[in-house]
């Protein structure tokens, strides 16, 4: 099974939609996910996320299947007179704590305290592990269990949603505190990220997650349009640790 993780393109946030290079960015999108023999498409239910998943849909004749928990994270942080997403704390407020790099304590850390983030996090990789469960794998630590019947599955799924939702996802696949993989992964607008999940021997019921093409805009180039840096642009360095609102 390969899995192809999707962000939504260049966004028009104040509209919910994508502005007219996001148009043109999941237009060349389609092209590229039309040779990809796609199964099944999930998106987040946000416009962004829709309105750069539909070009594809059409093009390939699916259904688009909306879930409610790939929607981006709405949590913000107070910094000063900023109001910023988890992702976009500088490190050097989020890496004083040797805790940050442990996947299971992160949480503990004085920055996300009073903060709902924990839950929203474990939400979404309960949610992801039920999905990945019903194409026939079972998360089982860094490991996938192969589900009998599914040991020669070829099936492809897309998931459309966004930049923080989507890096949950994939350090929740990797193992790798979600924080560090935060503030090391960007993904680029319209960017497919793809994972294969592999079993080594065909007797084994065991796959391991094998990520390929991380943030990849090729198509972007192909085409010849400009990647965008949207998502880039945030980052603060605060003088004191945020509050969460």
Known sequence: MRILLIRHGDPDYVNDTVTEKGKREA????????????DKIYCSPLGRAQDTALPT???IGKEIITLPWLEEIHLH??????????????????SKNEKITDKEKWVQHPLYADS????????????????????????NGRLFEIRPGYEKSDETIALFCHMGLGNVILSHIAGIPTPLWWHIMFLPPTS??????????????????????????????MGGEPASTSGLKNCLSPVFPPKPL
């Open 27 to 38: 237009e060349l999108l389609s092209e590229r996910l039309a040779k990809e023999n796609i």
């Open 57 to 59: 849909a059409r093009k």
């Open 116 to 139: 709902p983030l924990e839950e929203i996090i474990k939400n979404i990789e309960q949610e992801l592990d039920a999905l990945i469960l019903s194409h026939g794998y079972r998360h």
């Open 192 to 221: 497919v990220t793809t994972i294969y999940m592999e079993s080594h021997t065909p007797e084994s019921n065991i796959a391991l997650a094998h990520f390929a093409g991380i943030g990849d805009i090729s198509h972007l180039y």
């Open 77 to 94: 942080y107070k910094i000063g007179d900023k109001s910023v997403s988890p992702w976009d704390i500088y490190p050097e407020i989020w």
